[in-house]
Structure formats: structure tokens, C-alpha cells
């Protein structure tokens, strides 16, 4: 098993940023890829960015040039860094975790947490 705690969403204007913290305990030394999955309302959840532990990043074109994705292996701890944040990144964003690597597919999440609301005041 293996348990995501995500951490950092909150209020912010138009154009200000924000970064997220998702926090892995348990077996995470089987999952290859994590990352960010976000939701707003009335849509379809969507990918936002994955990083695998070697490294290799992945990000949806919306947030390309605006968001950064890390990971700290010693900490289990990945991070998304979101810059000039606009009023439609408001979503809830849920941090996932894959086993074989990041595939941007849904049903291949192995692992979700809770979601962590950001809301953008345009």
C-alpha cells in the first residue's frame, strides 16, 4: 500500500503562484512515477505533470512553461511549483502514483490522494 498526503492549495489572485507538496509513506519504493492530476468543476479529471524517479518530466501543454514538477527521493516527497497561476487552474489537484512509469492515462494510476483545492481569483 502506499499513501499520498498532499499539502500547500489555498487562495491566490490571477498571475500569483503556488506550490504543492504531496508526501509518500509505504511502499513507495514500487512506484515508479508520481505526480498531478487536477479537477475542476463540472470536467473530466486530467493529467497536469508526472516525473519519474530518474528524473523524466511530463507536463499537460495548458500548464508547460508555468508549472514545475520535482521529486526529493529522500523525502518521498514530490512537489508541483505553479507560476502565473489563471483562473483556470482552479481544480481540485490530486497528487497519483504509477508503477511503471508516468502514462498521462488515468486507469493506470495505482494510487490517489485526498485532492488539495487551488482556487484562482481572476
Known amino acids: 500500500q502506499v499513501q499520498l498526503v498532499e499539502s500547500g492549495g489555498g487562495l491566490v489572485q490571477a498571475g500569483g503562484s503556488l506550490r504543492l507538496s504531496c508526501a509518500a509513506s509505504?511502499?513507495?519504493?514500487?512506484?515508479?512515477?508520481m505526480g498531478w492530476y487536477r479537477q475542476a468543476p463540472g470536467k473530466q479529471r486530467e493529467c497536469v505533470a508526472g516525473?519519474?524517479?530518474?528524473?523524466?518530466?511530463n507536463y499537460a501543454d495548458s500548464v508547460k512553461g508555468r508549472f514545475t514538477i520535482s521529486r526529493d527521493n529522500a523525502k518521498n516527497t514530490v512537489y508541483l511549483e505553479m507560476n502565473c497561476l489563471k483562473h483556470e487552474d482552479t481544480a481540485v489537484y490530486y497528487c497519483?502514483?504509477?508503477?511503471?512509469?508516468?502514462?498521462?492515462?488515468?486507469?493506470?494510476?495505482?494510487?490517489w490522494g485526498q485532492g488539495t483545492q487551488v482556487t484562482v481569483s481572476s
Open positions: 516525473i519519474t524517479r530518474g528524473g523524466s518530466t
Open positions: 497519483a502514483a504509477e508503477r511503471w512509469g508516468w502514462s498521462t492515462r488515468q486507469q493506470s494510476i495505482d494510487y
Open positions: 509505504g511502499r513507495i519504493f514500487s512506484m515508479n512515477a
